[in-house]
């Protein structure tokens, strides 16, 4: 059983168009994470959320924590060819150090 | 210094050598992880250390063995490893519970493991 489910799995878009991407749990977490990983190398961690409700941007990429802090989202406007990649969900639930992921969302940006 | 770093960047092995992946971060964190990662998966969890005791060990087979040598340093013993294992391995590390209340990991760049 997948407890945080994201889609879609695989998105192709052209340059300038927008995208949104959604993690879904009936789990509650404590946070949740995004990262955005590039082929052969680690994740590197965009953003944190904790609070429900909350919503942070960062540049281009806007990231909402649903108010019962079971879902999330990521989006994109005017998408980039810098901006492909894995992009994968994590969540905490609790506080036992373990991060439950999604599968993540390959994005391709065409130029 | 917000960096993880890892090395070897890509590690070949034959199925009877023995070899170590090293980790190493500055950042202060008490927690370090050891994660596997196969192409277009998400990163599956191996080993937790936290305050340098082992606090979490996800059935991994006994071929892997984990060190943590100090608060800064994470080795992954590798023996015996079997063709399957080849991976991405990522560390991972984090602050202590008294210093955050959320697990906000940092991820290395990984080591390619190759098992022939």
């Known amino acids: 059983t997948q407890l945080l489910e994201q889609s879609p799995q695989f998105l192709s878009i052209q340059e300038g168009e927008n995208l949104t991407v959604y993690c879904n749990s009936s789990?509650?977490?404590?946070?949740l994470q995004w990262y955005r990983q590039e082929p052969g190398e680690g994740p590197v961690l965009l953003v944190t959320v904790v609070t429900g409700g909350e919503v942070k941007k960062l540049k281009r990429l806007t990231f909402q924590f649903g108010d019962a802090r079971k879902d999330s989202s990521l989006h994109i406007t005017a998408a980039q060819p810098g901006d492909t990649g894995l992009y994968l969900c994590a969540g905490e639930l609790g506080n036992n150090r373990k991060l439950i992921w999604g599968l993540g969302t390959s994005l391709a940006v065409n130029p | 210094d917000t960096e993880v770093t890892q090395t070897p960047k890509h590690l070949v092995m034959g199925m009877t050598n023995k070899k170590s992946l090293k980790c190493e971060q500055h950042m202060g964190h008490r927690a370090m992880y050891w994660y596997k990662q196969k192409a277009k998966k998400p990163p599956e969890l191996m080993f937790v250390?936290?305050?340098?005791?082992?606090?979490i060990n996800e059935s991994v087979p006994s071929r892997f063995s984990p060190e943590c040598p100090n608060s800064s340093l994470l080795n992954l013993h590798l023996h015996a490893l079997q063709p399957e294992d080849s991976a991405l391995y990522l560390c991972?590390?984090?602050?202590?519970?008294?210093?955050?209340?959320?697990?906000?990991?940092?991820f290395g760049p990984g080591t390619r493991l190759t098992v022939l």
């Open positions: 991972a590390s984090s602050q202590d519970r008294g210093a955050a209340v959320y697990n906000e990991q940092f």
């Open positions: 250390y936290s305050y340098e005791k082992l606090s």
């Open positions: 789990s509650v977490f404590s946070s």
